[in-house]
């Protein structure tokens, strides 16, 4: 098991950038598969990004393509989220979650472990 602790969310304009953070404890980071996901208020949690234990090889949905950016440092224990352009209804809760090793996978019940979350709000 992962411990992951989000972090880096807030209240933005639109158009304007956010980063958001996730802190791994447990396990070794590296052999994991890990993602973001996002759930805005009664609706599903939705994928949002996803990156290898290497964080060479990375898949966005379609809604965050090209303006948003994952990546992760393995010797930091840490996984980003870069999010560009933002817009109202990226307006969500963010979690980050962990998979050991496998395939990417947009799919929720995939991964083990999740984050508590962190609250974006972008104002229109």
């Known amino acids: 098991q992962v411990q992951l602790v989000e972090s880096g969310g807030g209240l933005v304009q639109a158009g304007g950038s956010l980063r958001l953070s996730c802190a791994a404890s447990?396990?070794?980071?590296?052999?994991?598969?890990m993602g973001w996901f996002r759930q805005a208020p009664g609706k599903e949690r939705d994928f949002v990004a996803t990156?290898?234990?290497?964080?060479?090889?990375?898949y966005y949905a379609d809604s965050v393509k090209g303006r948003f950016t994952i990546s992760k440092d393995n010797a930091k224990n840490t996984m980003y989220l870069q999010m560009n352009s933002l817009k109202p209804e990226d307006t969500a809760v963010y979690y980050c979650?962990?998979?050991?090793?496998?395939?990417?996978?947009?799919?929720?019940?995939?991964?083990?472990?999740w984050g508590q979350g962190t609250q974006v709000t972008v104002s229109s």
């Open positions: 979650a962990a998979r050991l090793g496998g395939y990417l996978s947009t799919i929720r019940s995939a991964y083990e472990d």
């Open positions: 447990g396990r070794p980071f590296s052999n994991y598969v």
């Open positions: 990156i290898t234990p290497s964080g060479r090889s990375t």
